[in-house]
């Protein structure tokens, strides 16, 4: 295992670098209000496709589907990849016609007060508030728990570093600095993903080997009938769907679209990854 400092180094080491690399590509160029809130009309599908993508594989990704499968199964496992598609392809169909309602709009919260007034402007953005807040308070805690499993290093450490990295280039470079970075994460997530994978599969002795060990330990858990994943994975698709319609930063990437079609192939993509 590293020791703990020296995984610190490299985690603040690296923060650092997105911090700079953030703030240094918005400080080429002018930034109006709007491009800090939105970037309206500037993202073509392959940038949209990294940072839309970059936004819904977080670190997560490295936890919670691995619980799900210890107990809910393949069943769940399934549940959990549809939950996580399906509002990426509402947005694919909700997104445009957002913008056609309201094109100088950029997000949902505004466009309550349009439809229905005041009152569900209020209430909707204290949802989209409050879930961005359990968003925020996963993920952090998602990536101070994988680097103390990595060297042991402090979860306060690790969170205050992320949480101050973050906020230093979003706050000055606002949306369009946030997208800049996606896109560099967005190149490392996936062949690191298939990195962690194939290792995790050679540990096990192969991928025989691995589902063996696991089909005899929990037969259960391999069948499409296994009751609990079952109910498991449908509670996910509703829950995840329902709780990402209240991403602030998916509708942002709504305006942030070049044109219809572009938003469309850009939330399509994305939930097929």
Do not use: K
Request: hydrophobic share 55%; glycine share 10%.
């Amino acid at each position: 295992m590293m020791s703990p400092l020296s995984a610190f180094a490299i985690l603040a080491a690296t923060v650092l670098l997105f911090t700079l690399l953030g703030i240094g590509h918005v400080r080429r160029r002018g930034l109006s209000l709007d491009d800090h809130l939105v970037c309206r009309n500037q993202t073509g599908t392959g940038v949209g496709l990294a940072t839309v993508t970059a936004s819904a594989i977080g670190a997560w990704v490295l936890f919670s589907p691995a619980e799900t499968a210890t107990w809910a199964g393949m069943a769940g496992i399934a549940g959990y990849a549809l939950g996580q598609a399906a509002p990426l392809f509402l947005l694919a169909w909700l997104g445009p016609r957002l913008r056609e309602r309201m094109p100088d709009g950029c997000a949902l919260h505004e466009y309550a007060q349009h439809r229905y007034g005041p009152r569900l402007r209020r209430f909707t953005l204290a949802l989209v508030l409050f879930y961005l807040f359990v968003f925020l308070a996963a993920e952090i805690t998602a990536i101070a728990l994988a680097v103390r499993l990595l060297a042991d290093v402090p979860l306060a450490w690790t969170a205050i570093v992320v949480t101050a990295g973050t906020v230093a280039y979003t706050g000055y470079g606002g949306l369009r600095a946030s997208i800049f970075t996606d896109r560099i994460q967005f190149a490392m997530i996936l062949p690191l993903l298939a990195a962690v994978f194939l290792g995790a599969l050679a540990r096990l002795g192969g991928p025989a080997a691995a589902f063996h060990r696991a089909a005899a330990a929990s037969p259960q858990l391999f069948s499409w009938r296994h009751a609990a994943g079952i109910e498991f994975g449908f509670t996910l698709i509703i829950a995840i769907t329902a709780a990402n319609l209240f991403h602030q930063g998916f509708w942002q990437r709504v305006y942030a679209g070049r044109d219809t079609p572009t938003v469309r192939r850009t939330y399509a993509y994305s939930g097929l990854i």
